[in-house]
């Protein structure tokens, strides 16, 4: 098979961990007979100081030409002055609304070798936990109505949060599929007690479930669940949740894993094609040292390969390649945890991968 790749290396540390993960979807296309061809294209903060604007025209019109895309991070102190419409920030949400990518899926499971690096008790985690993220991506506060105004007490900012059935519903398939195939187990998470969206969020959920009878569905509050993630995060299996809540949580998913720098993310629409990116942001402090942990976007490559491409076997390489290093005691700083030894490089941890897709002794 023959593959059009958008690479959008970003910021900070986007262009470390995307070169990786192109090594390791390169090695993986040798291994097994595909074809990745790779075009780069500017976003973020380099695409402002290279063409002043955070997402150019030629960005958008390239992924849209490709079959998938896969990106880096964005931002970083360099432009946090620039006015609302020029931050780097501004082009995941462009981006997103160009690709019509409305779904989100991040999983967070607890790699057997990181134990240790996890912030949470041995009796919290017990036999590990293995969850789902599904995050509405286009909608909600995010996208709706704000600025300035004089109130009863001067200067005050508003944001406005607004969702139709039709963005509730298509959210909640993806979410109700994605059980089919894992534990069968949704949880819907809003804030109905206090939010007109969250109710309405809510009553469709509930409507929803009904097609579902081979899933197990429940509803709980966000603040609870927040709770509930770092008192018993093996309860969940596919959380689906709005925009906000859900970049909220998956963060805290992320953590208790004992790595931000482990999640990889899909952010999917209607179609094949979308957008793959590691959670973990583009660490300016560390950038352009060698020391960034590019598994989460070498994982994010994976993602690709079995959502936007049905190579389910040469994704599982990629994962099988990445629970083998970690099973060999090898680490990047973020993840030492109590470990011993010396941490990896970014490029010394890819390197690791890439002999363990082959199987040579790592």
């Known amino acids: 098979m023959n593959y059009q790749i958008a690479v ?10 995307t070169e990786s993960a192109v090594r390791v979807l390169e090695k993986t296309a040798v291994l097994t007979g595909h074809s990745f061809r790779f075009s780069e294209y ?18 958008v019109s390239g992924c849209l030409a490709s079959d998938s895309v896969l990106l880096g ?26 690709l019509g ?42 996208f709706g109505e704000r600025g300035y105004r004089t109130g009863k007490y001067g200067e005050e900012a508003f944001d406005t949060e607004a969702y139709s059935v039709t963005e509730i519903e298509r959210i909640g398939r993806t ?13 819907s998470i809003d804030k109905a007690n206090v939010l007109e969206t969250s109710r309405l969020w809510r009553r469709t959920m509930h409507r929803l479930a009904e097609e579902y009878p081979d899933v197990t569905f429940g509803d709980m509050l966000v603040d609870n669940a927040a709770m509930q993630l770092v008192r018993d995060p093996a309860q969940f299996d596919v959380i689906v ?29 209607d179609g094949t094609r979308g957008m793959y990116e590691p959670i973990h942001g583009s660490a300016p402090d560390i950038a352009g040292q060698n020391k960034a942990n590019p598994l989460a976007a070498i994982l994010s490559g994976a993602m690709m390969l079995r959502y936007s491409f049905g190579l389910t076997a040469e994704a599982e390489m990629i994962e099988r390649a990445a629970d083998r290093v970690l099973e060999a005691g090898f680490r990047t700083a973020d993840i030492m945890g109590e470990h011993k030894g010396t941490p990896l490089s970014c490029s010394e941890m890819t390197e690791k991968i890439l002999k363990a897709i082959t199987a040579q002794p790592i």
């Open 8 to 17: 959008l290396k970003g910021d900070g540390i986007g262009p470390e961990i």
């Open 42 to 59: 500017l976003i973020g903060g380099i695409a402002v100081d290279e063409t002043g604007v955070p997402l150019p025209e030629e960005t």
């Open 73 to 98: 991070a964005v931002g970083g102190p360099k432009w946090d002055s620039l006015p609302p419409e020029l931050r780097p920030e501004k082009a995941l949400l462009g981006i997103r609304s160009a």
């Open 101 to 142: 990518l409305y779904t989100n899926l991040r999983p967070a499971r607890l790699f057997p070798a990181l134990r240790g690096a996890s912030p949470l008790k041995e009796s919290v985690i017990g036999a590990g936990f293995d969850l789902l993220i599904v995050r509405e991506l286009t909608g909600g506060i995010y």
């Open 175 to 187: 979410a109700f599929s994605a059980a089919q195939k894992r534990r069968g187990k949704v949880t």
């Open 241 to 269: 949740t709005s925009n906000l809540f859900g970049n909220i949580l998956s963060d805290e998913a992320s953590q208790i894993t004992g790595s931000i720098g482990m999640l990889a993310s899909a952010s999917l629409g």
